[in-house]
């Protein structure tokens, strides 16, 4: 009963996904790039990397059933950068919106013309630059299954499948898809904790190092087109 509590709260969930920037192909055959970052946020039938939530270690497994077209449709969900609410670039609300949601066999994936201003600038250079690498998804869990599986050492790990959501309520482009803690608060509320501080300060290195790398690339960009013009 306490782990069915445990997963009655907001969750967050990370995976690998191939961000990218969409081409777009001239009349000429030549290709340029747009401003539309493509991603795969929700993936079905298969197993997350193992959990640890305070020592109890849960497998987790989404049924196509969690994230319907249909469902989808009745959800207002905003798109993020790093999880943070104040770092908004686009929005589906149930169905409307700068952000689109389509659904196959393999999951949830979405494109998104990044918006022409400072936030929408920054994703699409850190997503070219490869910075930000995978897609999170806050939900609330409504129905799923448990089942415990030993292994040779007895060490148990908890199989969770998840069959139906409350709602998701926002997706995050990412810049570590290896991050797999459970709740909510281990990515937003626990901003004493050591390990908030530490991957903190890494994630504003990769920052820093990504602002570096675009910055030399427009000014080698600008120095072609001024040696070009003379």
């Not at 969409?22 to 401003?35: A, P, Q, Y």
């Not at 993936?43 to 497998?59: A, L, R």
């Amino acid at each position: 009963m306490a782990k069915e509590k445990e997963l009655k709260k907001r969750e967050i969930r990370t995976v690998a996904c191939q961000l990218a920037v969409r081409e777009i192909k001239r009349e000429d055959g030549t290709t340029e790039e747009s401003r539309i970052i493509t991603g795969t946020a929700i993936v079905f039938n298969k197993p997350s990397q193992v959990i640890d939530d305070w020592g109890d270690k849960y497998v987790e497994y989404i049924a196509p059933s969690c994230a319907t077209m249909e469902f989808l449709k009745t959800q207002d969900i905003k798109l993020n950068l790093l999880h943070d609410r104040e770092s908004t670039i686009g929005r589906w609300n149930k169905g409307e919106g700068n952000l689109k949601l389509s659904v196959d066999k393999e999951g949830v994936h979405f494109d998104i013309e990044a918006p022409k201003c400072d936030l929408g600038d920054r994703g699409l250079v850190l997503v070219k630059a490869g910075v930000y690498t995978g897609c999170s998804f806050e939900f609330m869990p409504k129905d799923y299954t448990l089942k415990e599986v030993k292994d040779a050492d007895g060490n148990v790990t908890t199989v969770v499948t998840h069959t139906a959501f409350e709602y998701i309520s926002a997706l995050t482009i990412a810049m570590d898809p290896a991050y797999t803690q459970t709740s909510v608060s281990a990515r937003e509320l626990d901003k004493k904790t050591p390990e908030y501080k530490v991957r903190e300060a890494e994630e504003q290195k990769k920052l820093a190092r990504a602002r570096e790398v675009a910055m030399a690339q427009a000014r080698s960009r600008r120095r072609s087109i001024d040696n070009y013009s003379l």
